[in-house]
């Protein structure tokens, strides 16, 4: 009789451990996706931007067929953009840049 209970009790606890592994599971990526969520909200909040300089009126260059670009346009690292000057000193100056490289012109 003993025997039987056990055998019973057995095949009870090995019929429930695939739905106990499949609910630790979501509730695994559930907290996963809420640390997520948290994180990311933490990221986008709103903050004080720093000030970013405007380009004046010397910064400021007119390319036929382009438009206006802002930065000193013989520079390598220049982004040809009317609203970033490059990649490594986008809020300027670029008159005492250390990363100035000038352009390379390729003869054709």
């Known amino acids: 009789m003993l025997k039987t209970l056990l055998v019973i009790l057995l095949v009870i606890i090995v019929g429930l451990l695939p739905s106990l592994f499949s609910l ?7 907290w996963r996706t809420h640390l997520r ?4 909200s933490r ?3 709103p903050r004080p931007m720093r000030e970013i300089s405007r380009p004046t009126e010397g910064d400021r260059y007119y390319l036929e067929g ?5 930065g000193d ?3 390598k690292f220049n982004a040809r953009s009317g609203y ?6 986008p809020s300027g100056p670029c008159g ?11 003869e054709a």
């Open 24 to 30: 630790w599971v979501i509730r695994k990526s559930r």
């Open 96 to 106: 005492d840049c250390h990363h100035y490289q000038p352009t390379e012109l390729s």
């Open 66 to 70: 382009v438009g206006y670009l802002i």
């Open 73 to 75: 346009i013989s520079c």
């Open 43 to 45: 990221n986008f909040s």
């Open 37 to 40: 969520i948290r994180q990311a």
């Open 84 to 89: 970033m000057r490059c990649a490594v000193n």
